[in-house]
């Protein structure tokens, strides 16, 4: 089978690595830098960290050389679904799509251009460390299931779930893939923006008792705006927020939101934070400490360009 | 007349600046450097003036004589430690707060049994060095008596400053105008500390300008439950200053930006332990306290 990661930044990365270590699958990459894209030609694409792991694949900034796929797993950014989705969706015609992109809204932006779609979260981290080389700072599973409205085949998701999980990368198929998406959601909105607009680390963020407090005000208001929905968590966001506290965990994390702030790049709040508040209005949930949130983000986005 | 005027950050030089054309004025300043350099040069205003005044200068207390009004001009953070070096000096003096918040004149209170005036400004200016204020913003200083003083008293110190120049007026109770500020420093100052934004139209619309109209009416349910009917409206307030053309930048951004200790224990401090007294819930303060609070210890 044809697979194409979409935005091979560090979690495409992640993915296209560890499928191109499966004789059936045959791995292409989209991405807009052109050294990277050379380099992963050149050499192959290297992960290391976590794990070693060097794979084999084609790699195009050129939309137009992606033959037709059986699937296709977008990783850009968020803010960038809908540009890197038009330029690739003729790839697609007869295969599904998958997001494993933060936030919420990108299941949509993909469903405007391809027929399959299938909503995904994924764990996992990196980072990019030069053309071709990514540093694989966190393990994680991920969870693919239909996307409701333009639904993929679920046989179809645990094809692509297999896939993933013999390559390295541990995925569950599932018929309802809401739950995970919400939990991840809920606990970047409600920790990733603290930590931009304080400039601490996850760890510092949790051991100032206001400030967690703060934290959980959002949590509560994000679990409420998916009660509304009949999205059932998978699990509580406050583990994980606690868990990532740890100092062997995630303790000196600095949020990538933070990292985006300090290198005054735009943000991904406007499908986290405002994510959130968007589904709120739809539901009639009021969510005035997540709008706050994404105001002072977006607030502090217009001061660079001021 | 002989005045004392304690700080002599922005706010502090310009008073003492303007108030030395027309009485004698010693000012306390927190380093020798700093004391020495306006003894020697005197004190140069520039933009809406245009003057150097003498002053005298010293970091003690002791070495600027006695004093018939002393105004107290340092920042919220630097009062305790002001109040306690000053208290049981200056003993036949007034002694008028100009701080940011609520709370200043009970600090002063606790440290001595002078005369007490309030009062709240509205001006502005740009320090470019220890001896150079330029004065931006002629917005005027409003002064209430607080303990021991009457409207006479406030009126007074207002037409001395008027002389000197500044903007002054005096009211009978000061709350109306205090809260008035209190809300729009609480909402503008902080808003613009954590977005690095200077006050300009972010303010006054789209997703911004939501927040701080929530931030405002807290702060105006916070004051009803208190019993203070506000002089001005604090959205008023915040839509005509980004109306003026010149994006004005709150003290507490150049506080954070400059990573020092920002005045938002006077500040949301007071407003948020205000609506605790007074049992109003003020989720989006609570939120912007925490939040500055929390930026000020990153800087460590």
């Given at each position: 089978?044809?697979?194409?990661?979409?935005?091979?930044?560090?979690?495409?990365?992640?993915?296209?690595?560890?499928?191109?270590?499966?004789?059936?699958?045959?791995?292409?990459?989209?991405?807009?830098?052109?050294?990277?894209?050379?380099?992963?030609?050149?050499?192959?694409?290297?992960?290391?960290?976590?794990?070693?792991?060097?794979?084999?694949?084609?790699?195009?900034?050129?939309?137009?050389?992606?033959?037709?796929?059986?699937?296709?797993?977008?990783?850009?950014?968020?803010?960038?679904?809908?540009?890197?989705?038009?330029?690739?969706?003729?790839?697609?015609?007869?295969?599904?799509?998958?997001?494993?992109?933060?936030?919420?809204?990108?299941?949509?932006?993909?469903?405007?251009?391809?027929?399959?779609?299938?909503?995904?979260?994924?764990?996992?981290?990196?980072?990019?460390?030069?053309?071709?080389?990514?540093?694989?700072?966190?393990?994680?599973?991920?969870?693919?299931?239909?996307?409701?409205?333009?639904?993929?085949?679920?046989?179809?998701?645990?094809?692509?779930?297999?896939?993933?999980?013999?390559?390295?990368?541990?995925?569950?198929?599932?018929?309802?893939?809401?739950?995970?998406?919400?939990?991840?959601?809920?606990?970047?909105?409600?920790?990733?923006?603290?930590?931009?607009?304080?400039?601490?680390?996850?760890?510092?963020?949790?051991?100032?008792?206001?400030?967690?407090?703060?934290?959980?005000?959002?949590?509560?208001?994000?679990?409420?705006?998916?009660?509304?929905?009949?999205?059932?968590?998978?699990?509580?966001?406050?583990?994980?927020?606690?868990?990532?506290?740890?100092?062997?965990?995630?303790?000196?994390?600095?949020?990538?939101?933070?990292?985006?702030?300090?290198?005054?790049?735009?943000?991904?709040?406007?499908?986290?934070?405002?994510?959130?508040?968007?589904?709120?209005?739809?539901?009639?949930?009021?969510?005035?400490?997540?709008?706050?949130?994404?105001?002072?983000?977006?607030?502090?986005?217009?001061?660079?360009?001021? | 007349?002989?005045?004392?005027?304690?700080?002599?950050?922005?706010?502090?030089?310009?008073?003492?600046?303007?108030?030395?054309?027309?009485?004698?004025?010693?000012?306390?300043?927190?380093?020798?450097?700093?004391?020495?350099?306006?003894?020697?040069?005197?004190?140069?205003?520039?933009?809406r003036a245009d003057f150097t005044a003498q002053v005298r200068a010293a970091t003690d207390p002791d070495e600027l004589?006695?004093?018939?009004?002393?105004?107290?001009?340092?920042?919220?953070?630097?009062?305790?430690?002001?109040?306690?070096?000053i208290g049981r000096r200056f003993a036949g003096a007034t002694v008028m707060t100009t701080q940011n918040g609520l709370?200043?004149?009970?600090?002063?209170?606790?440290?001595?049994?002078?005369?007490?005036l309030s009062s709240v400004t509205f001006m502005s200016g740009t320090r470019h060095d220890d001896a150079h204020v330029?004065?931006?913003?002629?917005?005027?200083?409003?002064?209430?008596?607080?303990?021991?003083?009457?409207?006479?008293?406030?009126?007074?110190?207002?037409?001395?400053?008027?002389?000197?120049?500044?903007?002054?007026?005096?009211?009978?109770?000061?709350?109306?105008?205090?809260?008035?500020?209190?809300?729009?420093?609480?909402?503008?100052?902080?808003?613009?500390?954590?977005?690095?934004?200077?006050?300009?139209?972010?303010?006054?619309?789209?997703?911004?300008?939501?927040?701080?109209?929530?931030?405002?009416?807290?702060?105006?349910?916070?004051?009803?439950?208190?019993?203070?009917?506000?002089?001005?409206?604090?959205?008023?307030?915040?839509?005509?200053?980004?109306?003026?053309?010149?994006?004005?930048?709150?003290?507490?951004?150049?506080?954070?930006?400059?990573?020092?200790?920002?005045?938002?224990?006077?500040?949301?401090?007071?407003?948020?332990?205000?609506?605790?007294?007074?049992?109003?819930?003020?989720?989006?303060?609570?939120?912007?306290?925490?939040?500055?609070?929390?930026?000020?210890?990153?800087?460590?």
């Amino acid at each position: 089978m044809k697979v194409a990661i979409i935005g091979c930044g560090a979690v495409g990365s992640l993915f296209a690595a560890h499928l191109a270590q499966l004789d059936d699958v045959e791995v292409w990459a989209y991405d807009l830098s052109r050294e990277h894209v050379d380099a992963i030609n050149e050499h192959g694409l290297r992960l290391s960290g976590a794990g070693e792991v060097v794979g084999r694949l084609r790699a195009t900034a050129d939309a137009a050389e992606l033959p037709g796929c059986d699937f296709g797993i977008v990783a850009t950014k968020a803010m960038h679904t809908s540009a890197a989705i038009a330029a690739t969706a003729h790839a697609f015609a007869g295969g599904c799509v998958a997001t494993v992109q933060n936030g919420l809204g990108n299941e949509e932006a993909i469903a405007e251009h391809v027929g399959n779609v299938i909503r995904g979260t994924t764990f996992p981290a990196g980072k990019i460390l030069a053309p071709g080389h990514v540093q694989w700072d966190v393990k994680g599973d991920t969870t693919l299931g239909p996307y409701e409205p333009k639904p993929a085949p679920l046989d179809e998701v645990e094809r692509l779930a297999d896939a993933c999980t013999r390559g390295g990368m541990p995925t569950t198929a599932v018929p309802d893939a809401r739950g995970p998406q919400w939990r991840k959601v809920i606990f970047n909105a409600s920790t990733n923006p603290i930590g931009a607009l304080t400039g601490l680390t996850h760890g510092r963020v949790c051991e100032r008792p206001d400030l967690r407090a703060l934290v959980s005000d959002l949590v509560d208001e994000g679990k409420a705006v998916a009660a509304a929905q009949g999205i059932e968590l998978d699990a509580d966001p406050e583990a994980l927020i606690d868990h990532a506290a740890k100092p062997e965990v995630a303790y000196d994390h600095k949020a990538s939101m933070l990292q985006d702030v300090e290198a005054r790049r735009t943000t991904e709040i406007d499908y986290l934070n405002g994510g959130i508040v968007r589904f709120g209005r739809e539901h009639a949930v009021p969510t005035p400490l997540n709008q706050a949130i994404w105001a002072l983000v977006k607030g502090m986005e217009s001061s660079w360009t001021r | 007349m002989r005045i004392v005027v304690a700080g002599a950050g922005t706010i502090g030089s310009l008073f003492a600046a303007h108030l030395a054309t027309v009485a004698d004025v010693a000012v306390l300043t927190r380093r020798d450097d700093h004391a020495r350099r306006l003894n020697e040069h005197g004190l140069r205003v520039s933009g809406r003036a245009d003057f150097t005044a003498q002053v005298r200068a010293a970091t003690d207390p002791d070495e600027l004589g006695e004093a018939d009004l002393v105004v107290v001009a340092c920042k919220g953070g630097d009062l305790e430690p002001l109040a306690a070096s000053i208290g049981r000096r200056f003993a036949g003096a007034t002694v008028m707060t100009t701080q940011n918040g609520l709370g200043a004149e009970e600090v002063m209170a606790a440290h001595g049994a002078w005369p007490l005036l309030s009062s709240v400004t509205f001006m502005s200016g740009t320090r470019h060095d220890d001896a150079h204020v330029e004065y931006v913003l002629d917005t005027a200083t409003w002064i209430g008596p607080y303990r021991g003083t009457t409207h006479a008293d406030a009126e007074a110190v207002a037409a001395l400053i008027r002389s000197a120049g500044l903007k002054a007026e005096a009211f009978d109770d000061l709350r109306p105008a205090q809260w008035s500020k209190l809300i729009f420093n609480a909402t503008v100052n902080t808003v613009a500390a954590l977005t690095g934004l200077p006050h300009d139209f972010h303010f006054a619309e789209g997703m911004l300008g939501e927040l701080v109209h929530g931030l405002v009416d807290e702060g105006k349910a916070v004051a009803a439950a208190a019993g203070v009917e506000l002089r001005e409206d604090p959205w008023e307030m915040n839509v005509h200053a980004t109306q003026r053309g010149h994006a004005h930048y709150p003290s507490m951004l150049e506080d954070v930006k400059a990573h020092r200790p920002t005045e938002i224990e006077l500040i949301t401090g007071s407003l948020v332990r205000e609506a605790e007294r007074t049992g109003v819930s003020v989720p989006l303060h609570t939120a912007m306290y925490s939040l500055v609070k929390a930026k000020e210890a990153s800087y460590s």
